[in-house]
């Protein structure tokens, strides 16, 4: 089957400690994303990779960094200098950059001890 | 920055037929999607326009005008599933940009 993973569906983050959220997609996808959703707001972009070793800033991205070291993977960090990561992370694929569909993973729910 | 607006809720019964309206004010266009949303899931693609005009998907019709920067999307035969929330998304370049969706709830 193909589509989008990503674990865990719930993560819990204790203070000024670092966690990595994985994104794993097997659409053979150029393109990957990441999102955040909170309550009331629409998604709000993290960081996107339009092709494997490069990656771009999205408009929300300080406390976060990411990697994209293979095609299928694009993990995201979520650093102890975000002071406010309780939200729902949602990963996303398309073909490439261009007009195509974004098509989006189950989520992850990170919440704050 | 991006503009995108749309109600927050809206309720309807079962049967009927609601719109859902998305006004946007971007600095580029090229092209606006709907996703659907239930609650604690993934947003999932629902229609596609780049042009004016409306576009036809079984129960689901989305229609672009961009012009006055506006969609919506028709949802006809509503049943009870089709409660959840609708995004809607505008692309500039290579980015999307969301509006904060809208809560579609379906009574019996």
């Known amino acids: 089957d193909g589509g989008i993973t990503q674990s865990p569906k719930y993560l819990f983050r204790k203070e000024g400690q670092n966690v990595t959220l994985s994104c794993e997609q097997n659409?053979?996808?150029?393109?990957m994303y990441w999102y955040r959703q909170d309550p009331g707001q629409g998604l709000r972009l993290i960081y996107y990779?339009?092709?494997?070793?490069?990656?771009q800033k999205g408009d929300i991205a300080e406390g976060y960094s990411v990697s994209r070291e293979k095609k299928e993977s694009f993990p995201l960090t979520v650093t102890s200098a975000q002071k406010n990561p309780t939200a729902f992370y949602l990963c996303?694929?398309?073909?490439?950059?261009?007009?195509?569909?974004?098509?989006f993973g189950p989520g992850t729910r990170l919440l704050v001890l | 920055g991006q503009n995108i607006d749309q109600p927050t809720e809206m309720t309807a019964t079962e049967g009927a037929i609601v719109q859902i309206n998305c006004t946007y004010q971007?600095?580029?266009?090229?092209?606006l999607f709907w996703y659907q949303q239930h609650a604690g899931e993934a947003p999932t693609f629902l229609s596609y326009?780049?042009?004016?005009g409306l576009e036809e998907k079984g129960r689901f019709s989305s229609f672009l005008s961009r012009s006055k920067g506006y969609s919506y999307l028709l949802l006809k035969e509503l049943q009870m599933k089709d409660s959840a929330s609708y995004l809607c998304?505008?692309?500039?370049?290579?980015?999307?940009?969301f509006g904060a969706g809208t809560t579609v709830t379906v009574r019996a």
């Open positions: 996303a694929s398309s073909p490439g950059a261009g007009e195509e569909t974004q098509y």
């Open positions: 326009n780049v042009l004016d």
């Open positions: 659409l053979n996808h150029d393109a």
């Open positions: 998304a505008v692309r500039v370049r290579h980015k999307l940009s």
């Open positions: 971007t600095s580029g266009f090229n092209g």
């Open positions: 990779s339009q092709i494997v070793n490069d990656f």
